[in-house]
């Protein structure tokens, strides 16, 4: 029955009867399924229309063996009816007449109930007649009536019958109880209040533990995640973010301006990724490039860039143009491409992470101290250094943190003193050094989320349904 006409007929015959004792009762007489007058009944009273009280009971139901010997007879009496009442029968061809297991169960019960003499050659009636009262106790709990326990515990120990806790409700009317359900209101309007219907209108509660829908879209990638947390860590240092809106350089910031020479393995196209068209820059700073003995179309050549460095450049050259100079931090978080075979640690194009510190008179010693609180932030606080070789930067030191997880140090970034080479053509005054450091943005992220492939983490390969799920990360701060 249509569910509005099932609740119909609850509310009615609790406005004629008072109450409905059992729903079990109720589904019957009126032919309907009982699941649904419990579901219509939570419902009600959920909106206190009706008061339901649960009622429980256990009974004994039918096992499918049982619903067929109920149906059918039991095997014993089968089995009785199949020997002729004088002189017997074979027990070869008896047995032939039935099923083997049920045959087996039938002569247990016959013998037991001694109706039949089982001998090896013949099988002979004891009595003359018998009455299958296995099958009338099955029917007798069908119709729900009371039989023996002894008799229970025979039918149960035959598997015949099975206890079924069985629930329903006693029902009677709610404290707000009324034939039709109110519609409740769940927009409060200007009209409710102009027409004065507030004062009789029913407000639908707030359910505070209703799930919101998942939205469907507009998930951030876990690279978008640890980004924006390092942001934040640079933020509170009081760094500056660099504009890094720019994927295609020049070679000549991506290179030259960092004291890369143009001879340098890195500007071959094994490593770099050359534009074919536009292949050369518009515009180079003419004043700056003046100090420079090198080839200018070389310096033109546009490349996707590298490193981030190629920014800072830029960005250090205009602050040199300032005067009076004044002190800064910079930092970046952006792609770069590198022309290189992708593995499972490698892309040819991710993200680098950059910091940079313009001040006079900085020392290698502040730099160590900087990214102990940079990285002590990022959740490392167990660093060493170790010495190494950029073109742009001397001294330069590799950056390794403890990884706890892996039981070894592992390689987290590089970092240096930006070279006097670099920062006098851009035009600092002389006392003026930098301090810098990079590492990749996919690094932490893989080991903030478990990734052990990078293709997993970024491209074609990724898992959206990952990316749906994967939760807020929180650095060690
Ligand atoms: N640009 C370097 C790289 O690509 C990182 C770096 C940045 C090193 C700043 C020193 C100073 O790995």
């Known amino acids: 029955a249509e569910k509005a006409i099932v609740e119909k007929a609850i509310l009615e015959q609790l406005e004629s009867k008072e109450e409905i004792s059992n729903s079990g009762d109720f589904a019957t007489c009126n032919g309907y399924d009982h699941e649904e ?11 206190q229309l009706v008061d339901a009280q649960e009622i429980k009971k256990e009974i004994w139901e039918l096992t499918n063996e049982g619903k067929t010997y109920a149906e059918n007879g039991s095997p014993e009496f089968h089995l009785f009816l199949a ?15 039935f099923d083997n297991k049920v045959y087996n169960i039938a002569c247990i019960a016959a013998k037991k109930n001694e109706w039949l003499e089982l001998g090896k050659e013949q099988v002979s009636r004891k009595v003359q007649s018998v009455e299958d009262s296995v099958r009338d106790l099955l029917l007798q709990i069908k119709d729900g009536k009371i039989i023996s326990s002894k008799d229970i515990k025979e039918l149960k120990r035959r598997k015949l019958i099975e206890l079924k806790t069985w629930n329903g409700y006693s029902i009677r009317k709610g404290p707000k109880f009324s034939l039709e359900r109110k519609k409740l209101v769940s927009v409060f309007t200007r009209e409710h209040l102009l027409r004065g219907e507030w004062k009789n209108l029913e407000f639908k509660k707030y359910n505070f533990d209703a799930n919101a829908l998942p939205p469907s879209g507009g998930h951030l990638h876990p690279l978008l995640k640890v980004r924006e947390r390092i ?3 640079f933020i ?20 030259d301006a960092l004291f890369q020479p143009q001879q340098h393995p890195a500007r071959d196209s094994h490593d770099t990724f050359f534009l074919e068209a536009p292949s050369t820059t518009l515009s180079l700073p003419e004043s700056y490039l003046d100090k420079y003995e090198w080839k200018r179309e070389e310096a033109e ?3 996707f860039r590298t490193h ?5 450049a830029r960005v250090l050259y205009s602050l040199a143009q300032q005067r009076p100079f004044t002190p800064q931090r910079y930092f970046s978080i952006d792609r770069v491409f590198r022309n290189e075979a992708v593995d499972r640690t490698h892309l040819a194009e991710f993200h680098q992470i950059e910091g940079v510190i313009c001040d006079r008179g900085l020392t290698l010693a502040d730099l160590m101290q900087v990214l102990q609180d940079f990285f002590k932030k990022m959740g490392m606080s167990n660093l060493k250094f170790k010495a190494t070789c950029n073109p742009y930067t001397e001294p330069s030191m590799e950056i390794y943190s403890y990884h706890e997880g892996l039981k070894k140090w592992v ?9 006097p080479e670099m920062l006098r053509p851009m035009g600092f005054p002389e006392d003026v050094t930098a301090i810098a450091w990079g590492l990749s943005l996919e690094r932490p992220t893989m080991i903030l989320y478990g990734i052990d492939n990078i293709r997993d983490l970024f491209g074609p390969k990724v898992d959206l349904s990952l990316i749906k799920r994967n939760p807020i990360c929180k650095l060690g701060m």
């Open 83 to 97: 020997v002729p009442p004088e002189g017997g029968i074979s027990t070869d061809i008896l047995k032939k007449k």
């Open 231 to 233: 942001r934040n860590i």
């Open 236 to 255: 509170t240092m009081g760094f500056k973010e660099m504009q890094t809106n720019n994927y295609v350089e020049s070679s000549f910031w991506n290179f």
């Open 37 to 47: 007058i419990k579901n219509i009944t939570r419902s009600l009273h959920g909106f």
């Open 411 to 419: 390689e987290i970034g590089n970092s240096g003193m930006f070279r």
């Open 308 to 312: 981030t460095t190629a920014v800072t």
């Open 301 to 303: 050549k546009n490349v």
